[in-house]
Nanobody, 115 residues
C-alpha cells in the first residue's frame, strides 16, 4: 500500500504562481512513477504531468512551458511548480503514485485562479 498527501493549493490571481507538493509513504520502493491530475467542476479528470523516476517527464499540452514537475525519489516527494496561472487552471489537483499493480490517489488540493 502507498499513501500520498498533497499540499500547497490556494487562491491566486491570474499570472501568478503556486507550488504543489506531494508526500508518499508506505511501500515507497514499489513506486515506479508519480504524477499530477486535475479535475475542474463539470469536467473529466485529466492528466497534468507525470515523471518516471530516473526517466522522462510528460506534460499536457496546455501546461507545457508553464508547469514543471519534479520528484525526489530518496525523499519520496513530488512537486509541481505552476507559473503564469490562468483561470482555466482552476481545479482540484490530485497526486498519484504508480506501482506495478495499482495507481494510488491523494485526496486532492484545490487551486483557484481568479481573473
Amino acid at each position: 500500500q502507498v499513501q500520498v498527501v498533497e499540499s500547497g493549493g490556494g487562491l491566486v490571481q491570474a499570472g501568478g504562481s503556486l507550488r504543489l507538493s506531494c508526500a508518499a509513504s508506505g511501500s515507497i520502493r514499489s513506486i515506479r512513477a508519480m504524477g499530477w491530475y486535475r479535475q475542474a467542476p463539470g469536467k473529466q479528470r485529466e492528466l497534468v504531468a507525470t515523471i518516471v523516476f530516473g526517466g522522462n517527464t510528460n506534460y499536457a499540452d496546455d501546461v507545457k512551458g508553464r508547469f514543471t514537475i519534479s520528484g525526489d525519489n530518496a525523499k519520496n516527494t513530488l512537486s509541481l511548480q505552476m507559473n503564469t496561472l490562468k483561470p482555466e487552471d482552476t481545479a482540484a489537483y490530485y497526486c498519484t503514485a504508480l506501482t506495478i499493480s495499482k495507481m494510488y490517489w491523494g485526496q486532492g488540493t484545490q487551486v483557484t485562479v481568479s481573473s
